[in-house]
């Protein structure tokens, strides 16, 4: 089993910054070895992919949040960051940290999710 819990959201003004951290835990489960990915959900909108990093460190991301978002990882703590600058008022969601532990994409495990609020 693998938990997943995101902390670091709150509310910011448009052009500021926060980080999310996403925490795992599990009896063998290490984020070095699998895809981990972030995801929002904003209000009456469908979750959308945000950005991942796989196995090997390589990182993606969305074309709304390129540039500004920055996704790591410190295998050491298991834990996984979103550091997210100028922040805009479209960036308001519901952030939620996922787990992909077969390589397709498929993300399993999902965190509750940690709300991010920007205001203009």
């Known amino acids: 089993q693998v938990q997943l819990v995101e902390s670091g959201g709150g509310l910011v003004q448009a052009g500021g910054s926060l980080r999310l951290s996403c925490a795992a835990s599990g009896r063998t489960f290490s984020i070095s070895n699998y895809r981990m990915g972030w995801f929002r959900q904003a209000p009456g909108k469908e979750r959308e992919f945000v950005a991942t990093?796989?196995?090997?460190?390589?990182?993606y991301y969305s074309d709304l949040v390129k540039g500004r978002f920055t996704i790591s990882r410190d295998n050491t703590k298991n834990t996984v960051y979103l550091q997210m600058n100028s922040l805009k008022s479209d960036d308001t969601a519901v952030y939620y940290c996922?787990?992909?532990?077969?390589?397709?994409?498929?993300?399993?495990?999902w965190g509750q999710g940690t709300q991010v609020t920007v205001s203009s």
């Open positions: 990093i796989v196995w090997s460190g390589s990182t």
């Open positions: 996922a787990a992909d532990l077969t390589g397709t994409g498929g993300y399993a495990y």
